[in-house]
């Protein structure tokens, strides 16, 4: 059964670089799946960040392309998410997902997220 | 980017009634369209995928039909653990988009 467990600071400040790890068990990030991040401002719908193969290859939501970085460390089966120049508007909680292989662009399995909250 | 629309916002329901949720696209997405289930606190359950495929687990009064634009989410008897929001996705194109969720409450 694979598992996704999301980690990092749950409070940064305005203007300051958000970064999250999500760390993948029972399986590996080096199988024929992308990974994805998704968010959930609190109270409000899902918005899709991003995407990562393990080799490396990414897909940015457009909305948020230029302060979005997604990469993978094969060796410790983990995915990051960095997001840079944060607002308000960027409190969240923020899941990892796997997209499955037979229908990539789905989310099969997520982590229970981690609320995020920009505020000084 | 597509756009998906759901309605309705919030459906008020007793259990062992059929619940039917909608949701348009903005341009067709041909059959490439999901529905998940969230409930408060947790991450969100993929039910359906491909318009009316079930994913695992998931049980036979979930029912998805559909396709191009207008797609549809069935809850042929509700149970108590029903109680939920539900929302579409689509992966027809990136990036992949969410509707604004559907609130099934008692």
């Known amino acids: 059964q694979v598992q996704l467990q999301e980690s990092g600071p749950g409070l940064v400040k305005p203007s300051g670089t958000l970064s999250l790890t999500c760390t993948v068990s029972?399986?590996?990030?080096?199988?024929?799946?992308?990974w994805s991040w998704v968010r959930q401002p609190p109270g409000k719908g899902l918005e899709w960040i991003g995407e990562?193969?393990?080799?490396?290859?990414?897909n940015y939501n457009p909305s948020l392309k230029s302060r979005v970085t997604i990469s993978v460390d094969r060796s410790k089966n983990q995915l990051s998410l960095k997001v840079t120049s944060v607002t308000a508007a960027d409190t969240a909680v923020y899941y990892c997902?796997?997209?499955?292989?037979?229908?990539?662009?789905?989310?099969?399995?997520w982590g229970q997220g981690t609320l995020v909250t920009v505020s000084s | 980017e597509i756009v998906l629309t759901q309605s309705p916002a919030t459906l008020s329901l007793s259990p062992g009634e059929r619940a039917t949720v909608s949701c348009t696209a903005s341009?067709?997405?041909?059959?490439?369209l999901a529905w998940y289930q969230q409930k408060p606190g947790q991450a969100p359950r993929l039910l359906i995928y491909?318009?009316?495929n079930r994913a695992t687990g998931i049980p036979a009064r979930f029912s998805g039909s559909g396709s191009g634009t207008d797609f549809t989410l069935t809850i042929s008897s509700l149970e108590p653990e029903d109680f939920a929001v539900y929302f579409c996705?689509?992966?027809?194109?990136?990036?992949?988009?969410f509707g604004q969720g559907t609130k099934v409450e008692i």
């Open positions: 990562i193969y393990h080799s490396g290859a990414t």
């Open positions: 996705q689509q992966r027809a194109g990136w990036p992949w988009t």
């Open positions: 997902a796997r997209e499955p292989v037979d229908f990539v662009g789905n989310f099969d399995y």
């Open positions: 491909d318009a009316s």
């Open positions: 341009q067709s997405v041909s059959g490439f």
């Open positions: 029972g399986g590996s990030i080096s199988s024929s799946n992308w």
